[in-house]
């Protein structure tokens, strides 16, 4: 009855700028951690960022300075803002949720994924 819905993937140029959204719609009592994850051909997936209910944040080393994540709890949305996009960033980027659909029952939840590609 969750889904996670993601948008803003797309083309950009090397040093540009890119803003992902995703939300989460459905049976939700609670959104607990929402973050943001990687994925590039023949790698593994990787955290990028997240952010707890209560803000407070973590950032892979490539991202600290350059992405930012927020979320706006009364519409369920996280976002990843990331700016001077360099070529290796580009990768399948997925929304990772952990909500509660009842107190005390937190569940995982994935996006569908959205590529970014970054050219030189």
């Known amino acids: 009855q969750v889904q996670l819905v993601e948008s803003g993937g797309g083309l950009v140029q090397a040093g540009g700028s890119l803003r992902l959204s995703c939300t989460a719609s459905?049976?939700?009592?609670?959104?607990?951690?929402m973050g943001w994850y990687r994925q590039a051909p023949g790698k593994q997936r990787e955290l990028v960022t997240s952010i707890s209910s209560g803000g407070g944040t973590n950032y892979a080393d490539f991202a600290k300075d350059r992405f930012t994540i927020s979320r706006d709890n009364a519409k369920n949305t996280v976002y990843l803002q990331m700016t001077s996009l360099k070529p290796e960033d580009t990768a399948v980027y997925y929304c990772?949720?952990?909500?509660?659909?009842?107190?005390?029952?937190?569940?995982?939840?994935w996006g569908q994924g959205t590529q970014v590609t970054v050219s030189s």
């Open positions: 990772n949720v952990v909500l509660s659909t009842r107190p005390w029952n937190s569940l995982n939840y």
């Open positions: 459905g049976s939700i009592f609670s959104i607990n951690t």
